[in-house]
T-cell receptor, first 113, second 110 residues
Framework: NAGVTQTPKFRVLKTGQSMTLLCAQD?????MYWYRQDPGMGLRLIHY???????AKGEVPDGYNVSRLKKQNFLLGLESAAPSQTSVYFC????????????FGDGTRLSIL | DAKTTQPNSMESNEEEPVHLPCNHS???????IHWYRQLPSQGPEYVIH???SNVNNRMASLAIAEDRKSSTLILHRATLRDAAVYYC???????????FGQGTTLQVKP
């Protein structure tokens, strides 16, 4: 049972490049979330989804887009990467919102030069 | 979104109980209290959560004040592997969003 898998684990981009981070879960969870974590800080919610085909903004959505075309996948896109987006990105999923715990992936470490 | 207040850091001795406090005076009636912990270079790990009543699981206990404005995570016997950042979070029952604060860094001394 893989749980939550994030791809890639590491990536270095140049300013202005675009990329997509993939999050896949095999637990049939309805809810999925994308967070970022900067050094010495707690996680901040970027976007989330409460079901297939739905997305919503979190605390820090600017500069990111997301899609949830399939229930098991939640994609995070950076259209034009900026150095301020250098961070560790975590994806999480849960079965039923606040009632159930969130399961986190191992993170994607993204550096933008 | 309701916020929580935790001490920045705490120390404990190995094999002793640890009580991690959290204040959440603006909690609403439908907010769940969640605790997660994060070890270095890892994603957060779920510890425990509750709504009104105290909760126990294999990892820890959660004691919730009667007015729900504060809670305490109890690790019954700290081990070196419990050294981590512990986050107390209020989660909306509608969306399940977790709004992380700075957390409490727990050091466990042998």
């Amino acid at each position: 049972n893989a749980g939550v898998t994030q791809t890639p684990k590491f990536r270095v981009l140049k300013t202005g490049q675009s990329m997509t981070l993939l999050c896949a879960q095999d637990m049939n969870h309805e809810y999925m979330y994308w967070y970022r974590q900067d050094p010495g800080m707690g996680l901040r919610l970027i976007h989330y989804s409460v079901g297939e085909g739905t997305t919503a903004k979190g605390e820090v959505p600017d500069g990111y887009n997301v899609s949830r075309l399939k229930k098991q996948n939640f994609l995070l896109g950076l259209e034009s990467a900026a150095p301020s987006q250098t961070s560790v990105y975590f994806c999480a999923s849960s079965r039923q919102g606040a009632i159930q715990p969130q399961h986190f992936g191992d993170g994607t470490r993204l550096s933008i030069l | 979104d309701a916020k929580t207040t935790q001490p920045n850091s705490m120390e404990s001795n190995e094999e002793e109980p640890v009580h991690l406090p959290c204040n959440h005076s603006t909690i609403s009636g439908t907010d769940y209290i969640h605790w997660y912990r994060q070890l270095p270079s890892q994603g957060p790990e779920y510890v425990i959560h509750g709504l009104t009543s105290n909760v126990n699981n294999r990892m820890a206990s959660l004691a919730i004040a009667e007015d729900r404005k504060s809670s305490t995570l109890i690790l019954h016997r700290a081990t070196l592997r419990d050294a981590a950042v512990y986050y107390c979070i209020l989660s909306s029952s509608n969306t399940g969003k977790l709004i992380f604060g700075q957390g409490t860094t727990l050091q466990v001394k042998p």
